[in-house]
């Protein structure tokens, strides 16, 4: 969600500062600011909107050593009051804060009661505050000491107006990376930030401190526990991230399928966990999960999970997907499988995450980076990386090598779908569903509907149409019916005729002749087999929804609201 970059160096760090915060940008944000030490102390510029609107504000100002942030409104309004950084009330220091601060009130009547007032409606506005107040004289020492009176989650990356040149930086369950690179040190919130550098992944409850020689961890010099040579993000002739990531599809999906190691299938009952699109690639494994154990399987939202009674696992594994490895309800919900005595195996796609780091068991997704906010290769890649748990029998193990070049086809014929943009421009609402498998790629296909063209989409499982929703078909409805398994033609073709009998407009995505004859429209796919299908059918949905955005002239990188990682709860 939100973003920080922090870098201090023997020369002019603005600029860097400033292309970091743009390399940020894809996580999704509402304004952003930036403190650093000027000419006559510690100074602050902040802007709603775009980072170019800050950078037109900073002009011609120079720094060796400053923080910044991106920010995503949880608490309180979007307006420039409210961004990043903080003040403390008499100024020793700046601060910017990624997470959130649960015992906020309870801090905020304690300063209160020491006389201060807060002049934001942030929770992070506390955390300078209680600095001031606890401040020894050593920053080190005291970030410290505020760190253990937070509850919740935070990086705090902080300027002390007494000590020029130097950064201060502490985190809990939210991530923050350190790096060195070219008689400089640098801080993040993401490695994108950070390309071309040396870096450290700081572990919670240390504090760091960072000059421009150096970067000392509690009394400790740096160290590298990762090195990484990371490019600047290039759309490489493609007009957007996403568009790019939907034709790196086949070789994600590849690289996956050879990374799935030949031993270590689960047997037993398993739990799957996730949010948004994790959660939908979950949901549309389900069938293959039961197919290969023979056991019962179930996908629950990470967040629902958390607030569930606590039964005890009984010998399942719990199976926690996150495409970033920092999704907030996830890791709880990880913590919480730990507790009723889950065996937990992480699918993700950073190696370094929070969440690589607290499973039992780790597979990775080898999507590469997904710059665009709303996932579709980390999507696809996920179901792969699941099949890959279950997966064992030779035929299934040939159709799970096919994906590639099935994935291939799809993203070309899926260009099709440019010409169905006129039947969803006007819609007030537009319909996916399907059943099964397909019932998983219905809720992402709307999902990814909604997430960039802002038209309110439903994904439904197919029977369930006509309990409640079908009051909403009128005439001109779209309704996009998804069908890869051939077991399902025959009620796929009663839902299609009860919407056209309302005078809705039906669009199939399917490899069956029955079903694209039945639609006012089809796109026409070849052979799938129907467990895997999940990873082939959602090609064409994450392709229609690009193209209906961008004919509404949409930010399909950045949609409006949306944060590339949600890192609250």
Partial sequence: MCGI?????????????????????????????????????????????????????????????????????????????????????????????????????????????????????TDSEIIAHLYELLCDGDPVTTLGRVANALEGSYAIALLSALHKGEIFAVRRSSPLVIGRRDNASLLASDVTALPNAELYYLEEGRVARLWAEGVDVMGKRFHSNAIQSLSAPDKNGYDTFMLKEIYEQPQAIARTIADIPKKGRIKGEALLLGCGSSYHAGLACIPLVEKCTGRHAEALLASEFICSHALPANGQTAILLSQSGETADTLSACAEAKKRGYKTVGITNVETSSLARAVDENRFTKAGAEIAVATTKGFTTQIVALAGLFVKDEESLRALHSLPTLAEKVVRLSEKTAELVHIFLSAKCVFFIGRKSDYGVALEGALKFKEITYIPSIGLASGELKHGSISLIEKGSPVVVVCADGKLIAKTLLSVATVKARGGVTVAVTCFEEVATACDYALRLPALPADLSPAITVIPLQMLSYYVATALRRDVDKPRNLAKSVTVE
């Fill in 5 to 121: 970059i922090g870098i201090t160096a023997k020369t002019d760090a603005l600029s860097a500062i400033v292309s970091g915060l743009k390399a940020l940008e894809y996580r999704g944000y509402d304004s952003a600011g930036v403190a650093f030490f000027g000419k006559n102390g510690l100074r602050i510029v902040k802007a709603v909107g775009r980072v170019s609107a800050l950078e037109e504000k900073l002009g011609e100002e120079t720094t060796t050593c400053g923080i910044s942030h991106t920010r995503w409104a949880t608490h309180g309004e979007v307006c420039e009051k409210n961004c990043h950084p903080h003040v403390s009330f008499g100024g020793a220091c700046m601060l910017v804060h990624n997470g959130v601060i649960e015992n906020y009130a309870e801090l905020k009547k304690y300063l209160l009661e020491k006389g201060v007032t807060c002049s934001t409606d």
